[in-house]
């Protein structure tokens, strides 16, 4: 393969390997900040600037503590975070001296592409457990949801926003 093929094969792995990186952290974040919103497993209600003001690393742990039934995806988080710091930090003096050669640069891309492939692995769990959450909570705290959600008990349907758009399309219709 030709060497800017290979480089821009490298860069565009990199990139989905960042950018997997930053979609598991953030659904993680989500993921404690709805189930602390509504009370959920234990998690203690955090506002948005605490929740991203937490490294990562308290983030998986705090994971581990609500799903202790799940240690090797705590686990496989944990090391999801060492290997993005590795490769958002650290690539070059890691593996710099592959990238000078196009077989090296061969071997950086089937890395990167293996960890991207073990990102989606450990993401789809997490977005089951996310969805399973989300179904809980509307299940279990219907009027909970409500109140945190919507301003709904300040409105009346004379008032509401359907009521202005269903008078508006009436006006057209007419």
């Not at 997490?126 to 809980?136: G, P």
């Not at 959600?149 to 009346?156: A, F, Q």
Request: proline share 2%; aromatic share 4%; glycine share 4%.
């Amino acid at each position: 393969m030709k060497s800017d093929t290979i480089n821009a094969a490298v860069s565009a792995i990199l990139g989905q390997v960042t950018l997997g990186s930053h979609v598991i952290e953030d659904l993680l974040r989500l993921h404690l900040f709805e189930a602390g919103r509504f009370r959920v497993r234990g998690v203690r209600e955090s506002t948005v600037r605490e929740m991203q003001q937490r490294t990562l690393e308290d983030v998986i742990a705090e994971f581990g503590r609500m799903y202790p039934e799940h240690p090797a995806l705590r686990e496989a988080f944990d090391l999801l975070r060492q290997i993005r710091n590795k490769v958002i930090h650290a690539l070059l003096s890691d593996v710099g001296h592959d990238l000078l050669s196009v077989e090296g640069q061969d071997q950086v891309h089937a890395l990167l592409s293996e960890i991207a492939a073990l990102q989606m692995r450990y993401l789809r769990p997490l977005q089951r457990l996310h969805q399973d959450l989300i179904r809980k909570v509307c299940k279990d705290s219907f009027m909970d949801v409500m109140q945190k959600t919507n301003d709904w008990n300040c409105k009346s349907v004379a008032r509401s926003d359907l009521v202005k758009l269903l008078d508006r399309l009436k006006r057209i219709a007419a």
